[in-house]
């Protein structure tokens, strides 16, 4: 058998109740009379067959039911808050306001396609973007100054929850000059001996570059941290060292025969990245949907494949059918 819900106005008249402590207050908040509370509190007790509220007096205080009761009141009536403001957010046609923070590759390679779809849905959206390396950007959204982050996962704090939407594989790039250009694997005393271009000092792809050669015993000689994506591949193709990129950043220099990649063989470098948000914050229906087509943007932009590796797969079919 199921209990016939309680009544909003009853669960209303309860909370007020509970926050004031006083019938004569909790009416003065409702624009009620003190009967009507007291007759909403006394029908919700015979409804749900418990004492909510114990009465000395002018004071009261909550029993154990109450207390139990009371939180999840507090709960529906949050939510259906915010479903009242995201209605009248969807009546405005998206106005409101999202901060959001990205890393500088993501900023460069993934942000633009997911803000043109967001703003399709959300013309009149206020956006505020901030790039910084996923660790400053977590340290913000612990502060309440963004909302949203898409960064690398892999260590999420404590007090965040982090939402995949794709993960990739680093690779070695090098000129179509340079010697490994011709080769599949490459030994790992050789790794020891050659020199690489890599991201930033301070990013969470440079500490996990340094930890994955760490324990396969390989030792990386002196390179050069770069801040921009745009200057390892350039480099890489002038031969100055092998960069270190996930192919989707390097996909034009791929498919035009500037860079050749040359896979990690030993054990693949892979990354996790995602959306993170505030594990005590419900997203709104525009942080909602933001990471939707982030999902759905970076599923197709991370299995698109290169002239490369299409080609490689030609080749392999081919020599299988031999």
């Not at 409804?47 to 939180?71: H, M, P, S, Y």
């Not at 982050?149 to 704090?157: K, Q, S």
């Not at 680093?170 to 490459?186: C, D, N, R, T």
């Amino acid at each position: 058998m199921i209990r016939e819900l309680p009544d909003l106005r009853q669960v209303k008249a309860f909370v007020a109740l509970a926050d004031t402590q006083s019938f004569t207050r909790a009416a003065e908040a409702l624009f009620l009379t003190q009967s009507a509370v007291s007759h909403s509190i006394r029908s919700l007790e015979q409804q749900l067959e418990v004492q909510l509220v114990e009465r000395a007096g002018k004071r009261i205080a909550l029993t154990q039911d109450g207390v139990v009761f009371l939180r999840r009141c507090r709960s529906v009536l949050h939510e259906l808050e915010m479903a009242t403001k995201e209605i009248d957010a969807l009546k405005r046609w998206g106005q409101g306001r999202i901060r959001l923070g990205a890393t500088h590759t993501l900023c460069q390679y993934l942000l633009p396609t997911v803000l043109r779809e967001f703003r399709d849905c959300f013309p009149r959206c206020e956006i505020h973007i901030e790039s910084g390396d996923t660790g400053a950007l977590l340290s913000s959204l612990e502060r309440a100054q963004l909302d949203l982050v898409l960064g690398l996962g892999g260590r999420t704090p404590g007090w965040a929850s982090f939402h995949p939407i794709f993960d990739d594989e680093l690779v070695f790039v090098v000129s179509a000059q340079h010697p490994w250009a011709s080769k599949k694997e490459i030994p790992l005393e050789e790794i020891a001996s050659e020199s690489f271009l890599v991201y930033a000092k301070n990013s969470e792809t440079h500490r996990l570059i340094r930890h994955h050669f760490d324990s396969l015993g390989v030792k990386l000689r002196a390179t050069l941290n770069l801040g921009a994506m745009e200057a390892i591949k350039e480099m890489a193709r002038i031969g100055i060292g092998v960069g270190i990129v996930s192919p989707w950043v390097a996909r034009d220099e791929l498919e035009k025969g500037k860079l050749v990649q040359v896979p990690i063989r030993k054990e693949p470098l892979r990354r996790e990245w995602g959306v993170f948000s505030h594990e005590s914050k419900n997203l709104s229906l525009v942080e909602d949907t933001f990471v939707g087509i982030c999902e759905l943007t970076a599923r197709t932009f991370a299995n698109q494949t290169t002239g490369q590796e299409k080609a490689a797969a030609r080749q392999a079919t081919a020599l299988s059918q031999v």
